[in-house]
């Protein structure tokens, strides 16, 4: 098989106010091909599954192309069917201004998890005219990502494939907004989270008066995948990678956030089942990997939050060396 992407620049509208939010959205699909020397075959594509990209603070230069983020989209995006890189309100090009609280910016990513849903990429309409929209359209049936009879003319949004596997990769201020969503909200989606430096120490600043709700968020969705996996039910899983040397949150605060996360979780699993094994229901619900010297930055060390998710998220069941504090 030979890896072929599409990828899609493009300003969607958000589901709050119609605001035009920038995105990168790039499809990738394996073709048959003969492997030789010079062309040896790519690395399989999961058919249906999806990751989408959330950027740090944009009032501290927070955009979609950080290089954290690039960094990782290009390890492992080729991986999957679909990605979406976008810039919150305020960030880059994207309309609006960065708010006090998340919220604007929870429908911002809504926005984005709608149209994966609905298998449908709509463009905003005062930046993507008639002409231009069948024009994308067409380039798209010219390369194969859109069937050759669909009547290009008659599409109002982008056709997408189906996605059944979702991971939610927040870096900083973007995984506090992903960490928000919960996936009880998106079911067909089957979400995961990826959570890089996640603001712990900072939260009250980046949300006025919305810490306790933010941080709650994350123990609710760790609490109850814990206890549907105790009792064998799908369960979503959440990633919690961070640096010893992280300038807003020391790691001894790390270390005792994530150890609350897990005596919730295994709280949560020994209630849902009392006789099953309640450390392994909590291992799966939430993973973390500490990574030494490793500052809020990630400079030249991006390769060790890709190798962190791609040893979580394409592991059949979670690995004991991510279990807490395991890395």
Known sequence: MLIDTFELAVFVPSRLDGRALEAVVTLTVARPHAPTAA?????????????VFLHPYAPLGGRFRNKVIADIDSQLGRRVALTVAFNL???GRSEGRTSWTGMPEQEDLRSVLDMLRDRKLPLHAGRHPPAARRSLLLQMQARGFLDADADVGKLDAVPLPPVASTLLCGYSYGAMI????????????????????????????????????????????????AAAAATAQPAPRTLLV?????????????????????????QAAAAARPEGDALSAAAHAVAVVRVPNAD??????????VDAIEAWWWAPSPSPSLSPHGV
């Open 296 to 305: 809020h930055g990630w400079i030249r060390r991006e390769a060790d939050i």
């Open 39 to 51: 062309a040896p075959a790519d690395a399989p594509v999961d058919a249906q599954r999806a990751i």
């Open 178 to 225: 992903a960490a928000a969503v919960a996936p009880t909200e998106y079911p067909l989606l089957a979400i995961d989270y990826a959570l890089i430096s996640y603001p712990y120490g900072v939260v009250w600043a980046l949300a006025l008066h919305k810490r306790s709700w933010y941080l709650q968020r994350v123990a609710d969705c760790v609490a109850a995948a």
């Open 89 to 91: 309100r305020g960030a």
């Open 242 to 266: 961070a640096g010893t040397c992280d300038s807003y949150t020391s790691i001894a605060n790390y270390d005792r956030w994530w150890d609350q996360l897990q005596a919730r979780a295994v």
